[in-house]
């Protein structure tokens, strides 16, 4: 993510250098064209000077200037030497006295062949008393094309001194085209591509350079095409770019799926350690479990076999068949207890289906816990069901009534009963079983179910804590689950079973 930010970086850098790449040469080649134009002009307003002002024409070509040389001969010579076109002598009312157009003798005035707005020029020359004084060149339009034009007050001296009269002042006037010279010049040539005028704005793609008339208003533009060499970087540098930013997907797009293979790897370990975990939870509360459930049958086993130990020689028939069957009950107990533990083993949480009496189930586990408990409570069973039922949850089902009717046995007093009801609605069965009590507070109720939890109040009744936390257990194995229901203290608690049907 850093490399793919850091060319990310790199490429905005790039555009921000190419567009100040690119605006910097358009500023550069105008002030170019614009400094070039500057230099034509001046140019061309010494021209005129060295012509209006006669010592300086003598000086540079070295001959006299006669009437005659300048009314046949100087049109034709400028033209060749210099590239003038246009050439008047303006009387002192702008009258003209001498004309040659593209080096020949003309008729055509001034005002004819040029605008209007050339009058600004003509007055700025008469001012003009020296030769610095004399008035920059200007632009006109002429034919679609640009040219040039500069004037001057004819003076045979350095400094013309007071105004000359009307009969003998005159302005020299200049016309010269900015050709093809000026756009193919080598100082422009080779920075400019494609230059060239035009009378209104430049074609799209192209930059250009305001001209403006001796008005102050424009007559056009200089254009040049828009050569953007920072785009021409950009284009150069951009295969590079976008090869490097492909490399980079390339790499994320492996190092992602790296990573996502690992973090597989990783939750499928993290689930199986959790499996593990979760299997060895199991394993422990099953173990819990069976050895509390166990614990049950055998003490009532150990009841009657020391009973018989001890007063068999005093029992009748009678008594000792009832301590017999007491023994074989918990057999049988304990071996349907195996064969049960076996088959949740197998089918995890529900054995195999089978008729059960709900009733009798009820009974015969009464009578395991009050024997081994050596208990005198009378149970009172009310089955509202009335028919046996089919089911796979036997072995679960007596392990909460076991440890229900075991609390409720231990925590009741000798003189209360312990009420038992069985009943069925709404696509579930339903088992409660009451007792008198200490009762469970409102705020304890679901730490009852807690392993090993016990109440401050009950610490001197034996007991480990862990018989409800077995039963809800169980209850919840079989889709069903374990509830308390209590008035409070001293009024006894009703705990009910509920299982789908």
């Known amino acids: 993510m850093l490399a793919v930010l850091t060319l990310m970086a790199v490429a905005f850098a790039l555009y921000w250098g190419a ?39 003598i000086y540079v070509l070295d001959v006299g200037l006669d009437e005659r040389w300048a009314r046949e001969e ?35 005035d001034l005002f004819d062949q040029l605008p209007a707005t050339v009058n600004g020029l003509l007055d700025a020359a008469r001012l003009g ?33 007071d105004p000359p009269s009307p ?64 785009d021409d970087l950009l284009w150069g540098v951009a295969p590079l770019l976008l090869g490097a930013l492909l490399v980079l997907v390339f ?10 293979a690992v973090v597989s790897h990783e939750g499928r370990l993290s689930a199986s350690l959790d499996h593990e975990r979760q299997r060895r939870e199991d394993k422990s509360r099953f173990v819990s479990m069976v050895s509390h459930e166990l614990r049950t049958p055998l003490q009532a086993v150990g009841a009657a076999a020391d009973a018989l130990d001890r007063y068999g020689g005093r029992m009748g028939p009678a008594e ?37 009496d709900l009733a009798h189930l ?63 609605g709404q696509g579930r069965y339903e088992i409660s079983v009451r007792d008198f009590g200490p009762g469970v507070p409102r705020e304890e109720r679901e730490a009852v179910f807690e392993p090993y939890w016990r109440a401050d109040r009950v610490l001197e009744t034996s007991g480990a804590g862990l018989g409800l936390s077995v039963a809800r257990a169980a209850a919840r194995s079989i889709g069903g689950d374990l509830t308390i229901e209590s008035d409070g203290l001293e009024r006894g608690s009703r705990f009910v079973l509920r299982w789908p049907s």
Not at 377 to 383: H, I, P, T, Y
Not at 386 to 412: D, F
Request: glycine share 8%.
């Open 74 to 108: 100087l049109g034709a010579y400028l033209l060749e030497a210099f590239g003038v076109t246009g050439i008047w002598v303006l009387g002192p009312q702008n009258q003209t006295k001498i004309a040659f157009l593209d080096g020949e003798p003309s008729r055509v």
């Open 362 to 424: 009820c009974s015969a586990v009464w009578r395991e816990v009050s024997t081994a408990l050596k208990a005198h409570q009378e149970l009172r069973l009310s089955d509202r069901i009335g028919a046996p039922i089919e089911s796979g949850a036997q072995v679960m089902l007596h392990t909460v009534l076991s440890n229900l009717l075991q609390n409720a046995v231990k925590y009741a007093p000798e003189a209360e009963a312990v009420e038992v009801t069985l009943s069925k």
């Open 129 to 161: 008393r020296s030769i610095e004084a004399v008035p920059p060149a200007g632009f006109v339009v002429v034919g679609g094309r640009l040219h040039m034009v500069g004037a001057s007050i004819i003076s045979p001296f350095a400094q013309v001194g």
């Open 167 to 230: 009969e003998t002042a005159s302005l020299l006037v200049f016309m010269r085209p900015l050709d093809q010279d000026f756009f193919s010049a080598p100082s422009l040539a080779s920075f400019l591509k494609d230059a060239g005028f035009a009378e209104g704005p430049a074609a799209e793609g192209f930059l250009d350079h305001e001209i403006l008339g001796f008005d102050g208003r424009p007559i056009g533009c200089i254009y040049w095409r828009n050569q953007r060499p920072g």
């Open 251 to 260: 790499l994320l797009v492996l190092t992602v799926r790296r990573v996502e």
């Open 320 to 356: 000792m068949r009832e301590e017999v069957e007491t023994i074989r009950r918990g057999v049988d107990a304990l071996a349907g207890l195996v064969d049960d533990v076996l088959l949740i083993g197998k089918v995890g949480g529900e054995g195999k289906v089978q008729s059960i």
């Open 19 to 57: 567009r100040e790449l690119n605006d910097s040469q358009a500023q550069a080649q105008e002030s170019l064209v614009s400094a070039s134009l500057d230099a034509r002009r001046e140019a061309f307003r010494h021209l005129v000077v060295d012509y209006a002002w006669w010592d300086e024409a």
